[in-house]
């Protein structure tokens, strides 16, 4: 392949092992950092929202700013009216994850701010959303189901005021804590495909709304953050412990992919799901939920043996959603409301640090034709 100009281009399908920009938000070079901080230490010292904060301004808040922002996300947690009533009028079978593409979408029409990518304007968006989204997953959940809404509270936590707006009562300490970790591990993750989209789009000078929605949309995919509804349908399919390994061993041999199991970067196993295991494993085992867990033990298993496959993030968090008596189809809407705060620092890092993000592409057409002039029709 011949360029006009420039270094001959590097081939990578899927971009595998291409470092395709900068990044000062995570790594996961030597174990998964936020801004520095291992997602272990977050996990045990931090709540979603200090971690919020850290990605959008880079440090961990102060015990004023954090009162600050707290106050400020959670004033947002009204939707305006229209978006509420056009959530009434979607067809009751939307997923939750169309619902909230175009959620995101209605909301960047009532944002003052819409199109000023500065810094300021880009993180007042940002807190906008993250009070925003949960409301809106809750709201369409409910309305889908013919019900009314629950009103957001905002002396709640970001995590437990949206299980009290989906279950209609305050969530437990114990499962506050436990959701709580799942958006810290969900939060960030560097180039991803949903981050690289959201920073494809930033990188047009395009605004943070179009770049969310953009992200949502390419999150929703099975084969990214799609892949946690479809975690308790696999382990319902498999039957039980006693079938279990016969179920997995059909569909390998049928090329099944097998949900929540895999990274592109992770080939040894994803440091997130083993912090999620034993929590979901205790709220599993406390409502219930045995069963399932024991048929998950028995999956891994195989999958390591047979695959040297080992469970990522969205495994143990399917089967911990479902123990907080969470539908499928909000799992992958949860993703949303966390990642979006790592979303939101990409777009502010993109826009500050400016590169189009133009690759090319190798061409297997057909060679250089002229266009018949006769005979054609
Ligand atoms: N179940 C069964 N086989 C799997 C698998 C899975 N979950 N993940 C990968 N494989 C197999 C592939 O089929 C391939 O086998 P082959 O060499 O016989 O063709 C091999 O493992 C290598 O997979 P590859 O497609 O190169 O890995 P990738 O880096 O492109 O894929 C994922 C990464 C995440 C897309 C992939 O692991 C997957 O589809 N996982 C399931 C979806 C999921 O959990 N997504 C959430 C990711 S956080």
Redesign the pocket.
């Known amino acids: 392949m011949s360029t006009a100009s420039g270094p001959p281009p590097i081939y990578s399908p899927?971009l595998?092992g291409v470092i395709a920009g900068e990044t000062a938000i995570s790594t996961i070079e030597e174990g998964l950092c936020y801004r520095g901080y291992p997602v272990g230490e977050l996990v045990e010292h931090c709540t979603f929202e200090e971690v919020a904060f850290l990605l959008l301004y880079s440090e961990l808040p102060k015990r004023t700013e954090l009162v600050e922002f707290r106050k400020r996300v959670a004033a947002n947690r009204h939707l305006p009216q229209p978006l509420r009533t056009l959530l009434h009028t979607l067809p009751n079978a939307t997923s939750g994850m169309d619902s909230l593409r175009s959620s995101i979408s209605v909301l960047a029409h009532f944002d003052s701010d819409v199109n000023d990518n500065s810094r300021a304007a880009n993180i007042r968006k940002a807190e906008r959303l993250l009070g925003q989204i949960p409301s809106a997953i809750a709201d369409q959940y409910h309305f889908s189901q013919g019900a009314m809404g629950v009103a957001p509270r905002p002396d709640l936590s970001h995590g437990a005021n949206f299980l009290y707006m989906i279950r209609g009562a305050e969530p437990s300490a114990e499962e506050t804590k436990a959701f709580d970790v799942s958006l810290i591990l969900y939060a960030e993750h560097e180039f991803n495909a949903s981050t690289f989209t959201t920073r494809v789009v930033a990188s047009t000078e395009s605004d943070l709304h179009s770049s969310i929605v953009a992200g949502v949309g390419a999150l929703k995919g099975?084969?990214?953050?799609g892949?946690n509804e479809r975690i308790m349908e696999l382990l319902h399919d498999a039957g039980g412990p006693g079938t279990a390994e016969a179920w997995v061993m059909d569909a390998?041999a049928k090329?099944?992919?097998?949900?929540?199991?895999?990274?592109?970067i992770y080939k040894a196993g994803?440091v997130r799901a083993g912090i999620l295991k034993p929590i979901a494993r205790e709220l599993a085992d406390a409502a219930g939920f045995g069963k399932y867990e024991e048929t998950a033990e028995i999956v891994e298993g195989i999958?390591a043996r047979e695959?040297k496959?080992y469970p990522?993030?969205?495994?143990p968090a399917g089967r911990l959603y479902n123990a907080l008596g969470l539908k499928n189809s909000l799992y992958t809407p949860i993703f949303v409301m966390s990642r979006v705060a790592g979303w939101s620092a990409h777009v502010i890092e993109q826009h500050e640090h400016n590169r189009l993000i133009r690759p090319r592409s190798r061409y297997t057409g057909p060679g250089k034709r002229t266009v018949p002039t006769a005979d054609r029709w």
Do not use: S
């Open positions: 899927g595998e099975a084969l990214h953050g892949a390998l090329k099944r992919r097998i949900m929540g199991f895999g990274h592109r994803d999958m695959k496959l990522n993030l969205d495994w």
